[in-house]
């Protein structure tokens, strides 16, 4: 299990890499605008994916060893495509980005959505290499379409990141489809009526938690583009997206605990893993935190150019909210893994509603520090929630979730016997 972990993240820091030279791409050569606008872009692709996954999404690791595949993937992707369509007509009337931006994300997320439903798919399979490959796959593609653009081509505008998009996720969806055929036609289980209600029931229970964890950390983009313009998101983002990189700890070790958890029938197994993987992301965490804090805000200047000198308090406000997150998301996998959906959603609502409370106490002084704190506070409220519950479950105190002298040992004899196979 330390070997699938260990080869997660080693992949999920490959991938961090990779995205953030696409993050020092964007901002050299399109600027802190263009990269707020990009940055609106794709964070309305992943809000329009967060209502294509309420049939299916991540819920499907937990129905893909009880249910007919071939159904699930039918009505995955069918209820991507009328969610997409439904979009497109939204965005006529409400324009979250540019007109001339409309179609391009529509299409950019219907494809996406098509990919990330065979995704699960194959991670529902236990197939985590396979998973780890097609992710490192795309941003490969991305970055090296992008480099062509710019570079080759002298291109260095958003329709280039745009066309880069298309690309990478067009040839990882071939890669997957060849992939996710075979397990369709090798799986025996039995279709059944109905199907398409428990998907839409378990989707919507994970999604709404998904949902309003998107509105209080990313919507506030829109608000920051309203109040303080593109600039500022663009700074901002950056800073989001390199402290939000430690994440690739905890996402690399709940990658291979949700299927664990789902898979099995021993609930103290799962309980007990949780436990010992929550307290080796949290020593991870810290090590990954230290040297983003201690960088001076020079480096970042020298990194995404001269006008992102405030991405380093970016970083410092949202530290402490971080880590408190990176525990949330392992533990909160143990409960997506038993079915139990609706704690991680009552978790984001608590957050959600912290952040709307400290939304309209900073409202109309709404700028980049305001906007900090807010994801700090709300990332702990929400952490807090799904801790005190898997306590709860676990029948244990929450002080045991912090690590102790004796899983040092137990980490130490785990990397140790990776080491040596």
């Not at 699960?120 to 379409?145: D, M, P, R, W, Y």
């Not at 280039?160 to 992939?179: F, M």
């Not at 397990?183 to 279709?191: E, F, G, N, S, V």
């Not at 709860?392 to 040092?408: C, G, H, M, S, V």
Request: proline share 3%; charged share 10%; with cysteine.
């Amino acid at each position: 299990m330390f070997k699938k972990i260990a080869l997660t993240f080693g992949i999920r820091i490959s991938i961090a890499f990779i995205n953030l030279a696409i993050v020092v791409i964007l901002s050299r050569y399109i600027g802190a605008a263009g990269k707020g606008e990009a940055t609106l872009i794709v964070t309305t692709i992943a809000m329009i994916l967060l209502f294509c996954n309420m049939v299916g999404g991540s819920s499907l690791v937990y129905f893909v060893p009880r249910h007919n595949i071939f159904q699930l993937f039918l009505w995955s992707n069918t209820w991507s495509v009328i969610v997409c369509a439904a979009s497109y007509f939204l965005f006529l009337a409400f324009p979250f980005v540019p007109v001339k931006a409309i179609v391009p994300v529509i299409f950019l997320s219907l494809i996406n959505s098509f990919l990330a439903t065979n995704l699960t798919i194959i991670l529902g399979k236990e197939k985590i290499n396979t998973h780890n490959f097609i992710s490192l796959l795309q941003v490969l593609a991305s970055i090296a379409i992008l480099w062509l653009m710019v570079q080759g081509l002298n291109r260095a505008n958003l329709d280039s990141y745009i066309y880069a998009l298309y690309a990478s996720y067009g040839l990882c969806l071939i890669v997957s489809c060849i992939v996710v055929a075979p397990i369709i036609r090798q799986d025996q289980t039995p279709k059944e009526n109905g199907l398409f209600i428990k998907l839409f029931k378990y989707g919507t229970y994970s999604q709404a938690g998904h949902i309003m964890k998107f509105i209080s950390f990313r919507c506030t983009y829109y608000m920051l583009s309203d109040y303080s313009g593109d600039v500022v998101v663009g700074i901002f983002s950056n800073g989001v997206s390199l402290i939000e990189s430690v994440f690739l700890i905890s996402n690399s070790i709940a990658t291979v605990l949700y299927p664990k958890v789902s898979n099995s029938t021993d609930v103290k197994y799962s309980q007990t893993l949780t436990l010992q993987l929550t307290k080796f992301s949290i020593l991870l965490c810290i090590a990954a935190l230290i040297p983003l804090v201690l960088l001076p805000s020079g480096f970042f200047v020298w990194l995404f150019g001269p006008e992102f000198a405030g991405v380093h308090q970016v970083i410092l406000l949202l530290a402490p909210g971080v880590l408190f997150y990176n525990i949330a998301l392992v533990t909160g996998h143990y409960f997506s893994g038993i079915g139990k959906f609706r704690i991680n959603t009552l978790a984001n609502a608590v957050g959600l509603i912290t952040t709307i409370l400290l939304a309209l106490i900073c409202y109309p002084h709404f700028g980049m520090v305001q906007v900090a704190i807010i994801f700090t506070i709300s990332y702990i409220s929400t952490s807090l929630l799904v801790m005190i519950y898997f306590a709860k479950e676990a029948k244990i105190n929450l002080q045991q979730l912090l690590p102790r002298t004796t899983d040092f040992k137990w980490i130490r004899s785990e990397v140790l016997g990776l080491l040596k196979k």
